[in-house]
């Protein structure tokens, strides 16, 4: 299947309805205010579709069937969330690894993927289907916030003895600066898609406190909260 479908010129129309005239249609048919032909005339459903609907046919969308259900895949959302906050922003290629892991941990192999590992037309649906993650470049640390002198390392230090305390030595990994690149802002990286500031205002607005006005009558003086 092309990556971009075109639909032919004189093929047939499929779901050409919006699913809230769908329900309008169904309602009304159960209601007995209308027929099942007069209801194909009146929004242009097929009188055969509106027969499915009523038994609960075919109530899955067209087309294939995800691969994930809805739960896995808004964990796969709180796992590039979390990485994003915690400072390790992920890619589409090591998403794609994460997933592979995933499946090789629970068992399953799943005959679309090569050797379980998801395609690139996989990860571009599967960011079209969480409008919450947007696709960003890095950013690089600047000077003044990577700048450290004496105080600020010895207070690091001291924190992570008090970190530390109580916990085994079994349980404290160490890692080394391999696969660090000296320039991230090459690098496009999945991350929590941000409020616009229009959503920005109007969260601001929703905690506002209500205003208080004062109005000055010629003889009285009021104070409306």
């Not at 796969?76 to 090591?94: D, H, K, T």
Request: aromatic content about 8%; glycine content about 4%; overall charge positive.
């Amino acid at each position: 299947m092309p990556r971009k479908y075109k639909r032919r010129v004189g093929s047939r129309r499929y779901a050409d309805y919006t699913a809230e005239t769908l329900q309008m249609c169904l309602a009304e048919i159960r209601s007995g205010d209308i027929s099942h032909r007069k209801a194909e005339q009146k929004y242009k459903i097929p009188r055969r579709t509106i027969l499915n609907k009523l038994k609960g046919n075919h109530c899955k969308k067209p087309g294939k069937q995800p691969i994930f259900t809805s739960q896995e895949e808004h964990q796969f959302v709180e796992c590039i969330v979390a990485l994003g906050e915690y400072g390790f922003p992920i890619n589409s290629r090591e998403l794609r690894h994460i997933i592979k892991n995933y499946l090789s941990r629970c068992g399953r192999e799943v005959k679309t993927f090569q050797d379980n590992l998801p395609g690139q037309d996989w990860t571009n649906a599967f960011i079209i289907r969480h409008p919450e993650i947007s696709i960003r470049f890095a950013e690089n640390i600047k000077r003044t916030r990577a700048a450290v002198d004496e105080p600020l390392l010895r207070s690091f230090f001291e924190n992570l003895a008090g970190e530390l305390k109580d916990v085994p030595p079994s349980s404290v990994w160490n890692f080394d600066e391999t696969n660090l690149t000296d320039d991230p802002g090459k690098k496009k990286s999945w991350l929590r898609k941000e409020p616009s500031i229009q959503k920005l205002l109007e969260m601001h607005q929703k905690h506002l406190s209500p205003s208080c006005s004062v109005v000055t009558p010629l003889e009285n003086c009021c104070l409306h909260m």
